[in-house]
C-alpha cells in the first residue's frame, strides 16, 4: 500500500506556473466631474462669453460615456442635459450626442481637441451641424470636482 501511494505521488508532476501577463491601460485622465468655469463662442467674427454667475454647468466622464447638464442657480427654469458616448485617442475627444432635447443634433458626433492641465480641462473645437444652424467654435474650461 505504501509502495502505491510512492507511485501515484511520483507520478503527478508539479505544471509549471503559466506566466501572466498583467496589461496596465493608462489612466484616463479625463473621468471624473467637472464645473465649467469658462465658456467661449466664436460665430463668424462675433466672440461671446458665458455668463456663469447664475448656472452651474457640470459634464461627468466614466470610461465611455459623457453628460451634461445647466442649472440656473434658485429656479428650474434653463435647465437642459445631454449625453452620450465618447473616444478619446490622445488628445482628440469625440463625443457622440445620442441624449439631447434638440432633435437635429442626436447622432451627431463633435470632435474637440481636449488638454488636462492639473485640475483643469481645456476642451476646444468646431461645432457644426447645418441642420440645427450651428456653426462655431467652442472653448471651454472646466475645474475637477471629482
Same mark, same amino acid.
Request: net charge negative; hydrophobic share 40%; aromatic share 10%.
Given at each position: 500500500?505504501?509502495?502505491?501511494?510512492?507511485?501515484?505521488?511520483?507520478?503527478?508532476? &508539479?505544471?509549471?506556473?503559466?506566466?501572466?501577463?498583467? %496589461?496596465?491601460?493608462?489612466?484616463?485622465? $479625463?473621468? =471624473?466631474?467637472?464645473?465649467?468655469?469658462?465658456?467661449?463662442?466664436?460665430?463668424?467674427? $462675433?466672440?461671446? %462669453?458665458?455668463?456663469?454667475?447664475?448656472?452651474?454647468?457640470?459634464? $461627468?466622464?466614466?470610461?465611455?460615456?459623457?453628460? !451634461? !447638464?445647466?442649472?440656473?442657480?434658485?429656479?428650474?427654469?434653463?435647465?437642459?442635459? =445631454?449625453?452620450?458616448?465618447?473616444?478619446?485617442?490622445?488628445?482628440?475627444?469625440? &463625443?457622440?450626442?445620442?441624449? $439631447?432635447?434638440?432633435?437635429?443634433?442626436? =447622432?451627431?458626433? !463633435?470632435?474637440?481637441?481636449?488638454?488636462?492641465?492639473?485640475?483643469?480641462?481645456?476642451?476646444?473645437?468646431?461645432?457644426?451641424?447645418? &441642420?440645427?444652424?450651428?456653426?462655431?467654435?467652442?472653448? &471651454?474650461?472646466? %475645474?475637477?470636482?471629482?
Amino acid at each position: 500500500m505504501l509502495a502505491l501511494i510512492a507511485l501515484v505521488s511520483c507520478g503527478e508532476k &508539479e505544471k509549471p506556473k503559466e506566466k501572466q501577463i498583467v %496589461v496596465v491601460e493608462a489612466k484616463n485622465e $479625463i473621468m =471624473g466631474s467637472w464645473l465649467l468655469v469658462y465658456g467661449e463662442t466664436r460665430t463668424a467674427d $462675433i466672440v461671446e %462669453v458665458k455668463d456663469l454667475s447664475n448656472t452651474e454647468f457640470i459634464k $461627468i466622464l466614466n470610461e465611455d460615456h459623457f453628460a !451634461f !447638464f445647466n442649472q440656473k442657480k434658485d429656479t428650474a427654469e434653463g435647465f437642459y442635459g =445631454g449625453g452620450g458616448t465618447y473616444a478619446l485617442k490622445g488628445n482628440v475627444y469625440t &463625443e457622440r450626442l445620442d441624449y $439631447i432635447g434638440v432633435k437635429e443634433l442626436r =447622432g451627431h458626433e !463633435f470632435t474637440f481637441d481636449i488638454e488636462v492641465k492639473g485640475d483643469t480641462l481645456i476642451q476646444s473645437g468646431i461645432e457644426d451641424v447645418p &441642420e440645427a444652424g450651428i456653426k462655431r467654435h467652442i472653448v &471651454e474650461k472646466y %475645474v475637477r470636482i471629482k
